[in-house]
C-alpha cells in the first residue's frame, strides 16, 4: 500500500474589497447560484448583480399577458429569463414558450440556467435569432404540422400563432456590466455594442467610417442630442483612431468642455453609446420589422406586451398598434404608456426610463 500524498491546499481567492469594482473580480455576482445570499444583499441595495438582470414590470407583465395553462407563449428577447422564469409555470401543464434571443453570448447561459430549474424541450423552446424573425415560428407552434405556410390568411386556432408575445426592448444588464461587450461609457473596453458578437461591425469601424455629417444625423435620430454637431466634429478630428469606450468618452466630454455642464456630461455619454448601439445593431429597423410581422403571429385574442426604454422605441410600437386597431386588426391597444411603480423605479434605478404598452389581437372567428 502507498502513502499518496494529498494536494496542497489552494485558498480561495479574497473578495477584493467589500464592494469590488472590477466586473472580473465580482466572483461571487458571477456565480449567483452559488451566493444566494450575498445576491440579495447587492439588490437589497438597489443595485443589479452583475452578470444577472432584474426583470422589469414582471406583475403588470403578467396581468396583461394573463397566460393561461396549455397556451403558447413567446419570449421574443430571452435575457437572462427573468420574465420567461415568471410566465412559464402558468402555461403548464400543457402548454409552451418559445423564446428567442440575438445575444449568442448570453443566450447558452440563460437556457442553461433555465433547464436546471426543470424547463425541458418539452416547455421550453429556446432560438438564437433575432425578433423580426419570428414568423418563422409559427410552424412550430402547430402541433400536428397543418401550418400552411402559402396562406396569407388571418392566423387562427386550428393553424397556429401564440397565445401571448412579450419583447423587453431593453439592453440587459449583464450586456451593460461586462466590459468586454462594450456598452457602457464607464468601464474600458473594446467599443462594440454588437447584441450579437459574431455578426456585423462593431461600433470602432462604424466611428471610422461614417463621415461627420452622417454622424451628426444619426446622433441627432437615434438619440436626440442636443451637442450631435459638436461630438462629431471631436470624434472625427480625434487625433487618434478612437477604438475603445474609454476613448470615446474623452472625445465626447472635450466636446463638451466649457460648454455643457459636467454634471450632465453622463446623460450625453449615455446618448452616445445608445446612438451608436441602436446604428450598429439596426434595432430602429428590426424593431419595425417585428411589429409588421407581430399581428399575423398571434392567434385570436392572442395579448402582447411590449417594453421600450426610449422615445425611438416607444413612438414606433404606439404608432404601429395605432395602425393595428385603425385597420381592425387589433381590438384594442393602451390608450398610454405603462410606468414601472414608484417602488420598482427606487428599488431598480434601471427601470426608470421603462415604458410598457400592450394590444388584443381581434378575433376574425366572430
Known amino acids: 500500500m502507498t502513502n499518496e500524498v494529498p494536494p496542497p491546499h489552494v485558498r480561495r481567492k479574497r473578495y477584493v474589497g467589500t464592494h469590488p469594482k472590477k466586473f472580473a473580480e465580482k466572483y461571487k455576482e458571477l456565480n449567483s447560484e452559488d451566493f444566494a445570499e450575498d445576491i440579495e444583499k ?5 443595485q443589479t448583480p452583475a452578470s444577472t438582470h432584474r426583470p422589469i414590470c414582471v406583475d403588470e407583465i403578467l396581468a396583461i399577458l394573463n ?5 403558447i407563449a413567446l419570449d421574443a428577447t430571452l435575457g437572462f429569463g427573468g420574465h420567461t422564469q415568471a410566465i ?3 402555461l403548464l401543464p400543457g402548454g409552451r414558450l418559445f423564446a428567442t434571443d440575438v445575444d449568442s453570448v448570453e443566450l447558452p447561459r440563460t437556457e442553461k ?3 436546471k430549474l426543470g424547463f425541458g424541450a418539452d416547455v421550453l423552446v429556446v432560438r438564437n435569432i433575432n425578433f423580426a424573425g419570428i414568423a418563422g415560428l409559427v410552424p412550430e407552434t402547430v402541433a400536428d404540422g397543418s401550418y400552411d405556410s402559402d396562406s396569407d390568411s388571418h392566423i387562427d386556432s386550428d393553424v397556429g400563432g401564440f397565445d401571448c408575445i412579450l419583447a423587453d426592448l431593453g439592453v440587459s444588464s449583464m450586456q451593460l456590466d461586462n466590459p468586454s461587450r462594450g456598452f457602457s461609457y464607464k468601464n474600458d473596453g473594446p467599443l462594440d455594442l454588437r447584441l450579437n458578437p459574431a ?6 469601424l462604424l466611428l471610422q467610417s461614417v463621415d461627420e455629417l452622417k454622424l451628426i444625423e444619426l446622433l441627432t435620430k ?3 442630442e442636443p451637442q450631435a454637431a459638436l461630438i462629431a466634429h471631436e470624434i472625427k478630428n480625434n487625433s487618434a483612431v478612437i477604438e475603445t469606450t474609454q476613448q470615446l468618452a474623452e472625445a465626447v466630454r472635450a466636446a463638451l468642455d466649457g460648454i455643457v455642464e459636467e454634471k450632465e456630461h453622463k446623460k450625453t455619454l449615455a446618448r452616445v453609446f445608445q446612438a451608436l448601439r441602436i446604428a450598429v445593431n439596426d434595432e430602429f429597423g428590426v424593431l419595425d420589422r417585428f411589429l409588421g410581422l407581430l399581428p399575423w403571429c398571434m392567434k385570436p385574442n392572442g395579448r402582447v406586451a411590449v417594453l421600450t426604454f426610449h422615445s425611438g422605441e416607444d413612438k414606433r410600437v404606439e404608432r404601429a398598434f395605432q395602425q393595428s386597431l385603425d385597420a381592425g386588426v387589433f381590438s384594442s391597444i393602451s390608450t398610454s ?3 414601472p411603480s414608484g417602488e420598482e423605479q427606487r428599488s431598480n434605478p434601471r427601470s426608470t426610463a421603462a415604458r410598457l404598452r400592450w394590444a388584443i389581437r381581434a378575433d376574425f372567428s366572430v
Open 42 to 46: 447587492v439588490i437589497a441595495r438597489g
Open 67 to 71: 397566460p393561461q395553462p396549455g397556451e
Open 88 to 90: 412559464l409555470p402558468r
Open 113 to 115: 440556467r433555465l433547464r
Open 199 to 204: 455578426r456585423g461591425e462593431p461600433a470602432s
Open 222 to 224: 437615434n438619440a436626440d
Open 337 to 339: 404608456a405603462i410606468r
